[in-house]
């Protein structure tokens, strides 16, 4: 097996050192990761400018290839470029703090692994919660597992999980859920500010957190009773329900748009 890996935290980031060091030992492995942090960066792709590559070694050893752009970036060029081989997995991570509910729209370690689903290639994404430091070798044999039971259960193209893994220092997880997605929107508060040339600015904070969740069976809530959280995730945004709707009553409603 082969498995591409890749992050938003920049190819230098502990979270992908301990990722691709976990799964080396269960497959060949090629890095391919930007050459800065990306968090926040969404689906975001480079086309107005070229996307610089180059070779990174971390300790006198060849690790991977940083790209001077974004994480889809890194797998579209990964894949079709850098790799030795078309890789059989896309795993992204292991961001430094969860990726949750609404998170996997802004995520750029969850757009890494939908790009590869573009492709054709099944992906895992992996965070881990925020608190008492990052254990990330610890999270990359949480990581290393559930990539060889997705594995044994059958990957197939476009398949995406999304998994998030509980804070490390208050003990081992208390197991594996499979959950949906939460909805619960952040509560967003700026800080405002004022420029030396008077010009007022905004700043977004991180006090605001999250709107009450009600339904407990969801990645945001058994993440925070201390589960492991696998989400598998689709990329087609279609609102089956209101297509249906709209296309039945658009047409009955009228023959087109008014003209004046």
């Known amino acids: 097996m ?37 968090s926040g960066a969404a689906h975001a792709i480079t086309f107005m400018t070229p996307l610089i590559t180059e070779r990174i070694s971390v300790g006198g050893r060849p690790f991977g290839w940083g790209v001077d752009g974004s994480p889809a970036d ?23 703090g969860s990726n949750l509910g609404v998170d996997v729209i802004y995520s750029g370690t969850v757009a890494a692994a939908v790009e590869a689903a573009f492709i054709g290639i099944p992906s895992i994404a992996f965070s881990l919660e925020v608190g008492g430091g990052f254990d990330f070798a610890g999270a990359g044999r949480h990581a290393r ?4 039971r997705a594995v044994e259960l059958g990957i197939s ?26 909805t619960a929107p952040w509560t967003d508060s700026y800080d405002r500010r004022t420029d030396p040339r008077g010009r007022t600015y905004f700043w977004l904070g991180d006090a605001g957190g ?9 990645d945001l ?19 089956y329900a209101q ?18």
Request: net charge negative.
């Open 74 to 96: 890194c797998v579209k060029v990964g894949v079709h470029e850098l790799c030795e081989a078309r890789p059989d997995l896309v795993v992204s991570g292991i961001n430094a």
């Open 145 to 148: 597992e559930i990539v060889l």
């Open 243 to 260: 297509l249906e709707h709209l296309q039945s009553s658009w047409v009955a409603g009228g023959s087109g748009p008014t003209r004046r």
């Open 157 to 182: 193209p476009g398949m995406v999980l999304n998994v998030n893994i509980p804070r490390l220092d208050r003990g081992e997880p208390r197991g594996v859920r499979v959950v949906p997605q939460s």
């Open 2 to 38: 082969r498995i591409l890996v890749s992050n938003d935290d920049g190819i230098l980031a502990p979270g992908i050192a301990a990722l691709a060091d976990a799964l080396a030992q269960v497959a060949e492995i090629d890095v391919v990761a930007p050459m800065s942090g990306q």
């Open 210 to 218: 999250r709107a009450a969740e009600d339904d407990p069976d969801t």
């Open 221 to 239: 809530m058994a993440l925070r009773a201390g589960y492991v959280t696998i989400t598998p995730l689709q990329y087609d945004l279609t609102q």
